[in-house]
């Protein structure tokens, strides 16, 4: 619809050339007579962050984070939220500013949303903002639901990137950092073995400007030269389009031939989505912010993120009228001040809601914090009254000590270092090579056709999916974008439901659904208690008897086997 946000399509382009760059540096383009290969022995391009920590041209105010009294009710109350905001304005008559943005969580967001809606003229001054850092974790839990199923935990697992007991953790989303590490690892692989497929099947010579290009920078980003890394990288965006064009092309033939191919396709854009998001709040980028949001709204609306999804969306018009209701929020929002900016460096910046995780939050955890008594109601009550005021005096000795300096523009990533940089290499090793010993997805579609294309099927287990899971996981763009603007259409279009209605779940069917049980974990445990109960009974019975265990042990005496799961693959043993 054209009343959609409408995104840059420079701004989209440069973002998505950037990536590109990035990956190529990762491929070893060290001799390209020789071809180009996924794994790079002698890797030197350090990791996503680490790169553009190099390369970006943000230049953001480093900020000191100031504390406010903590209310010790719950958040969750209608009345602590209109208590809150009425203290927020009583701020703002102390500030010389004309409106105060405040950002929160899809919970509190909803609730504050709701308040203003009621009072529009009393809170006309506050500019609600949702908080980027959860947004983002939800957009991981999304991405999780759509690969779950598909045995990335196994993938992961086996390159000893995670353990097995950590892995669910990740693809929920519910542990940030661990989450992202997780879905960039595997999207770098599937990445790579595109484009060195990419370039088997079209070679390397009409593209030798381009890598002689990645060459350079790479030696650049080596050295940390950032003149020059960031001369060579504008030199590839000005000079690869059709490089890039000529890449797409081939992957949507491959999508055509395999749905294999389509599915971890769709998983790599998916990532790239999630990388914009966070390169948004890293060097303040507001239009690709409201750009990156108004993609991952689709993803919420067939990934059933139903609060994300309504709400997101109340969130995205408020923005989108920024302009026109409250021009100095837009014009400072623009200039990158929907950020904060705490360390030194670039690329550093987070959401304000991340930031607040990183300060307040954490100081409960952290030496002088409530770790440890909390359930001594009257230790939490005064650490709530005075910690704001303890903060702030360690605000002010930094300053004076002079610990907080502005930012250099030396400084780089903690990643940017050969150590991290192998070791990041050696996982993407262990990732490709497992995947490759199973079934790579890129290279065994090269042999089908249109007539005749691949069919989805699991990479590690080989087992087809059924018609109806096929269905929807084929369409699921199509699917995800057509339930986005009917829920747009009927609740801000047309009008004809209210923000407020009810949401129905879709359900999509994905490749979990056809390893859903339908008994519950309860079910189980008493159904393994029973069979174990008949085991032993069985050995009684052998023992009186004087039958020979030895020869009793070469028969099946249980249904199941603690050495392979459900779909009949090995089990990894619970670590100590």
Known sequence: PEDLYEADECQKKSTMVKDAAWILGRLDVSDLNKGIKEINQEQQMPSWSAFNSLVTDEDLTQKIIGFLPVLPYPVTEY???????????????????????????????????????????????????????HLIKVVMGAIGKYIDGSRPEIILAESKAFGKNVVRSVLDGTHYTRSLKQLMLLSDCFERLQWAEFFRIKGVREYMNELSLIQLMKSSVAEKNREESRAHLEAFMSTSSRLIDDFNAFRSERCEVSETFAFWDRFVKMVSILRDLVRANREGTWDLHLQSVQAVLPLFAGCDRINYLRWGSVYLEDMRKLAQD?????????????????????????????????????????????????????????????????????????????????????????????????????????????IKEHDNPVTSSAQKSKDDPQTLHNIISQEVMPQEIRDDLLKFDVT??????????????????????????????????????????????????????????????????????????TYDLIDTSYLFDAEGLMVKPNKL
């Open 79 to 133: 009345a602590v939220v209109y208590t809150a905001l009425k203290n927020f304005q009583d701020i703002l008559s102390q500030l010389d500013q004309s409106h105060l943005p405040i950002t929160c969580d899809e919970g509190v967001y909803h609730i504050t949303r709701a308040i203003i809606m009621n009072n529009p003229t009393e809170f006309s001054n506050l500019v609600l903002c949702l908080g980027s850092f």
């Open 480 to 553: 995800c974008t057509t339930l986005y603007e009917t829920f747009r259409s009927e609740r801000f279009v047309t009008k004809q439901r209210s923000i407020c209605d009810t949401i129905h779940r879709k359900n999509l069917k994905t490749f979990k659904s056809k390893m859903a049980e339908k008994q519950t974990r309860q079910t189980k445990a008493k159904e393994s208690k029973k069979q174990l109960a008949e085991t032993q009974k069985i050995f009684d019975i052998a023992r009186v008897r004087e039958y020979d265990i030895q020869e009793l042990l």
């Open 326 to 434: 409250t021009p100095s929020v837009f014009e400072n929002f623009k200039a990158g001040k929907f950020v904060v900016k705490r360390t030194e460096g670039q690329f550093t910046a987070v959401g304000a809601d991340m930031c607040l995780e990183q300060t307040i939050n954490r100081s409960q955890k952290s030496a002088g914090g409530i770790i440890g008594s909390t359930k001594r109601k009257q230790f939490v009550a005064q650490w709530e009254i005075i910690h704001h005021e303890m903060l702030a005096v360690v605000n002010l000795q930094c300053t004076v000590s002079g610990v907080v300096t502005p930012s250099r523009e030396l400084l780089v990533n903690h990643e940017f270092n050969l150590p991290a940089t192998r070791s990041s290499e050696a996982l993407i090793k262990d990732l490709i090579g497992y």
